[in-house]
């Protein structure tokens, strides 16, 4: 039976699962993404691409920490700066990835939108991610509250806790293959990528009501309200679908 927290020593050495499957995640989504660049036509010159790229990355890396530190503040300022530097969250990634790409279009001039070959490669990027998280069990902030629901697990503290990247990695393959279904729908426009974001966020607004948080701010925490700051963002689009829906 799998052990969590899952430490293989691997040459005398414990082995971060966690890290490498982060690196991996990085590297099979980078690949997944050039692969779908290559069978499809894509409508932004390569020179713009690689600027939308860097503008993305940027934006995420500043994003995943500055959201990463408002989840825990009062934690992480008692802590060295080394830490305050380190601790990150994908949801801050993918908003300041947003805001990044939007940031170098407009600085470009580029006007077609970019997110659409970026989606599924994200997905499979965030899911191969989340295994690392659910292997390192209540070392991140990802475990859920005590829970007497059936699939509560022990993650390392010999509590029965909901095991929330499992639920994520249930939900991000139902949300892969929904979206896959749905590409050729949304082939150049952006929509798939606002469906992904709102859907995203969506799940996570609602599983954060599972963690144990304890920083709020009205209620929620910085996670459902960077959450309803994406609803917001995306207003538009929302009104959109549902006057297409009526």
């Known amino acids: 039976m799998l052990e969590i927290p899952f430490e293989p020593i691997l040459f005398g050495v414990k082995v971060n699962i966690h890290l490498i499957l982060e690196y ?3 590297f099979l989504g980078y690949r997944y993404y050039a692969f779908l660049k290559k069978r499809s036509k894509d409508h932004i010159p390569s020179e713009n691409r690689l600027y ?3 503008g993305a990355a940027l934006g995420a890396f500043f994003g995943s920490r500055i959201v990463g530190f408002l989840e825990h503040p009062v934690i992480a300022i008692q802590q060295s700066f080394l ?3 380190n ?3 994908i949801m801050g990634g993918l908003f300041g990835g947003l805001l990044g790409v939007e940031i170098s279009k407009k600085i470009i001039g580029e006007k077609q ?3 659409d070959l970026f989606t599924l490669p994200i997905i499979l990027g965030i899911f191969i991610g989340r295994i690392g998280c659910f292997l390192t069990g209540i070392k991140e902030f990802t475990y859920g509250q005590e829970t007497s629901f059936f699939m509560g697990m022990d ?3 010999g509590i029965l806790r909901h095991p929330l990247a499992l639920y994520e990695l249930i939900f991000l393959v139902l949300l892969f ?3 896959k279904s749905f590409r050729s729908k949304f082939s150049v426009n952006g929509d798939l990528f606002k469906v992904f974001m709102l859907s995203y966020f969506g799940f996570r607004f609602c599983i954060e009501f599972l963690k144990p948080n304890q920083f709020f701010v009205f209620g929620l925490s910085s996670i459902q ?5 994406c609803w917001l963002y995306y207003y538009k689009f929302i009104l959109k679908a549902m006057k297409y829906a009526r």
């Open 225 to 229: 309200i960077l959450c309803i700051t």
């Open 87 to 89: 601790v990150k969250t």
């Open 83 to 85: 830490y305050i530097f």
């Open 52 to 54: 939308i790229i860097l």
């Open 24 to 26: 991996l995640a990085f």
């Open 177 to 179: 293959f929904l979206l």
């Open 113 to 115: 939108s970019s997110g």
């Open 155 to 157: 993650l390392g503290d």
